[in-house]
Nanobody, 123 residues
Framework: QAQLVESGGGWGQAGGSLRLSCAVS????????MAWFRQAPGKDREFVAA????????YYSRSVKGRFTISRDNAKDTVYLQMNSLEPEDPAVYYC????????????????WGQGTQVTVSS
């Protein structure tokens, strides 16, 4: 059973950058497809980005494409989300998630979740 721990959230300035990390422990990290989701108050959990097992394929929501980059380091059992050009719509709790089979943008397809990390953007 995988355990996921996010870090790196906090305050960022509009137009600025933050980098989130998600450390995964448990069964072999490289077996998992990984993703980031976010949830703002009063809103549904929203897909942000996903990455396949090798890191060779990445997927993004329209709202973050071109600004955010998902990556992974299988040697460090960690997935990252580099967030650039932060916008007022980006504040939310960001969650990383893992699943064993296939990439998906549906949150209910993921097997394991972290506890979330808060991202706030100041204008």
């Amino acid at each position: 059973q995988a355990q996921l721990v996010e870090s790196g959230g906090g305050w960022g300035q509009a137009g600025g950058s933050l980098r989130l990390s998600c450390a995964v422990s448990g069964p072999t990290f490289s077996n998992y497809f990984m993703a980031w989701f976010r949830q703002a108050p009063g809103k549904d959990r929203e897909f942000v980005a996903a990455i396949n097992r090798s890191g060779g394929s990445t997927y993004y929501s329209r709202s973050v494409k071109g600004r955010f980059t998902i990556s992974r380091d299988n040697a460090k059992d960690t997935v990252y989300l580099q967030m650039n050009s932060l916008e007022p719509e980006d504040p939310a709790v960001y969650y990383c998630a893992a699943k064993a089979r296939g990439v998906s943008d549906a949150y209910d397809r993921y097997d394991y979740w972290g506890q979330g990390t808060q991202v706030t953007v100041s204008s």
